[in-house]
């Protein structure tokens, strides 16, 4: 596990169990290896440590949410459908559970987990871990 895990449980452990609130985490280089774009159909194989995390919460009663561009309002209904049985049946395999799927953010997000983001310090205006 990366030396900072234990820290971001703790982190996560103050969520309060079924809350209405949720963390979401994207899917490509987030939760599932990404290289390259291989198609509607194909995601890739899971990242352990995300998926610890996702497992973690969700046993704790903490809503998760796949957070994905794949989703998106710009997709066909096709492509929607198709994504979401693919979506479902990687989400039984490697949690053994399935997770609802957005492309929006809501109030009631708590944290968004995301290989392409840059944490803000809050009122700030200068990015976490750069100084
Ligand atoms: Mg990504």
Redesign the pocket.
Known sequence: MPKHFDTLIQKLSSIPPNSGCWVGF?????LAH?DHWRGIDHIGAPIPAMCQIVNYLHSRRVKCKIM?ARACSGQSEEDLKAFRIVMDAWCLKYLGFTLEVTAEKDWHMLYLF???ALAVKPNEGTVAGLD
């Open positions: 994207d899917l490509d280089g987030t990404y994905t995301d290989d392409r």
